[in-house]
């Protein structure tokens, strides 16, 4: 049975920091690994989706990896800002079922200026 | 600009009184999905259509149920809402097939009194 492990639970940095979030997963024969963000209160948003088949994604400071054979992803956000306060869940999709997202518990992430 | 709408934003239900919640999207994507999410934890998928074709999680209560009437717009319904029911209900869509990526509403903030 798939399981995702997101670690830290929560981070709190200064901002203008380069952090890295972590995504574990036991399974690795997925489809494509999610990286969402979301603030209080609110829905999803989609930030990076990566295939199986490649190793990162990339959207202006946010950077995704992905190791399949490892079962691990990175998120990776630079020169942090107060607005990045948020937080951010994984998600995958096991091979042969593209529909169902398994999910991590996130890390909530705080910038202080 | 394509996305996926959620109505109303906040709701207020009594006690055992049926609500229905309602989302709709331009994307016109195959699948749309339906997710609970309490406080602190990771969205749990309760259903999902493809296409006209209804998919149940086999622990969604009985009490929920769905309706999706054409490719853009899917429903929501809670037939007797009890207070562990208060939650917020996010629906996402995908365009199925290989893709995979699932794209998210705000979300409907339900308050059961």
């Known amino acids: 049975k798939q399981e995702v492990t997101q670690i830290p639970a929560a981070l709190s940095v200064p901002e203008g920091e380069n952090l890295v979030l972590n995504c574990s997963f036991t399974?690795?024969?997925?489809?494509?690994l999610q990286w969402f963000r979301q603030d209080p209160g609110k829905g999803l948003t989609s930030l990076l989706l990566?295939?199986?088949s490649q190793r990162e994604q990339t959207s202006g400071r946010l950077n995704a990896s992905l190791d399949k054979s490892s079962g691990r992803s990175t998120l990776y956000i630079a020169a942090s800002q107060p607005g990045d306060s948020a937080t951010y869940l994984c998600?995958?999709?096991?091979?042969?079922?593209?529909?169902?997202?398994?999910w991590g518990l996130g890390t909530s992430l705080a910038v202080n200026p | 600009d394509a996305m996926v709408i959620q109505n109303p934003r906040y709701q207020v239900t009594q006690f055992g009184k049926p609500v229905t919640l309602s989302c709709s999207q331009t994307?016109?994507?195959?699948?749309m999905y339906w997710y609970q999410q309490k406080s602190s934890q990771a969205p749990k998928l309760l259903f999902h259509?493809?296409?006209?074709?209804?998919?149940n999680e086999a622990d969604t209560p009985d009490n929920f149920q769905s309706r999706r009437p054409n490719t853009s717009f899917c429903f929501l319904d809670i037939r007797s809402p009890g207070l562990g029911d208060a939650a917020m209900y996010l629906c996402?869509?995908?365009?199925?097939?290989?893709?995979?990526?699932?794209?998210f509403g705000p979300g409907t903030r339900l308050t059961v009194t």
């Open positions: 994307l016109n994507h195959n699948v």
């Open positions: 998600a995958v999709i096991n091979a042969g079922n593209n529909r169902k997202l398994i």
């Open positions: 996402a869509t995908s365009r199925g097939g290989t893709v995979g990526e699932q794209y």
């Open positions: 259509y493809y296409d006209k074709d209804f998919n």
């Open positions: 399974d690795s024969a997925i489809y494509n």
């Open positions: 990566i295939q199986s």
